[in-house]
T-cell receptor
């Protein structure tokens, strides 16, 4: 079945540690996105990548980093520079000219 | 920048009632999308609208692309308990451009 997978589902991190969230898609989509969701708020764009080896900052990129070495994969690293990292993180993908984004199941990150 | 206002923020209704929610934008959009998010899961696309005035249904759900291109509505008829979740609108100005999300409407259905 085609889709987007995110792992792990739940992640706990101590303050000062970097952590990497995985996102993989087998939809052959060109573009991939990372969003952050906080309770009672909409989705905020962290980073996006429209082609391999290229990515752009979204609205809240500070404290995060990404890489896009393969079309299928777009991992997100939450660094210790992110002041308030506890949130629900969603990965999405779409075709290059597409408007409909398909979302993964999300990773809930909790900083202890 | 572009902003989306979604209302109401939350709704508590009885099973069987109809539901209506809407989004308004400060800018025009070329595409409106409606998503539903179950607790702890990613959003799932319900309806996509691509033309001003378009009215599209998906089962008990009906959505409309406003004539002004600055608003959209989602109606759910005869609600059932599994309709519980958060409903998001999202607007898109151009292909490949940024998708702007509303704040969400949290729906609770009492059996």
């Amino acid at each position: 079945d085609g889709g987007i997978t995110q792992s792990p589902k739940y992640l706990f991190r101590k303050e000062g540690q970097n952590v990497t969230l995985s996102c993989e898609q087998n939809l052959n989509h060109d573009a991939m996105y990372w969003y952050r969701q906080d309770p009672g708020q909409g989705l905020r764009l962290i980073y996006y990548s429209q082609i391999v080896n290229d990515f752009q900052k979204g609205d809240i990129a500070e404290g995060y980093s990404v890489s896009r070495e393969k079309k299928e994969s777009f991992p997100l690293t939450v660094t210790s520079a992110q002041k308030n990292p506890t949130a629900f993180y969603l990965c999405a993908s779409t075709y290059a000219s597409g408007t409909v984004k398909f979302f993964g199941p999300g990773t809930r990150l909790t900083v202890l | 920048g572009q902003q989306l206002n979604q209302s109401p923020q939350s709704m508590f209704i009885q099973e069987g009632e109809d539901v209506s929610m809407n989004c308004t934008s400060s800018s025009i959009f070329n595409t409106w999308l409606w998503y539903k998010q179950d607790p702890g899961e990613g959003p799932v696309l319900l309806i996509a609208l691509y033309k001003a005035g378009e009215l599209t249904s998906n089962g008990r759900l009906t959505a409309q692309f406003g004539i002004t291109r600055k608003d959209s509505f989602l109606n759910i008829s005869a609600s059932i308990p599994s309709d519980v979740g958060i409903y998001f609108c999202a607007g898109h100005y151009n292909q490949g451009g940024k998708l702007i999300f509303g704040q969400g409407t949290e729906l609770s259905v009492k059996p």
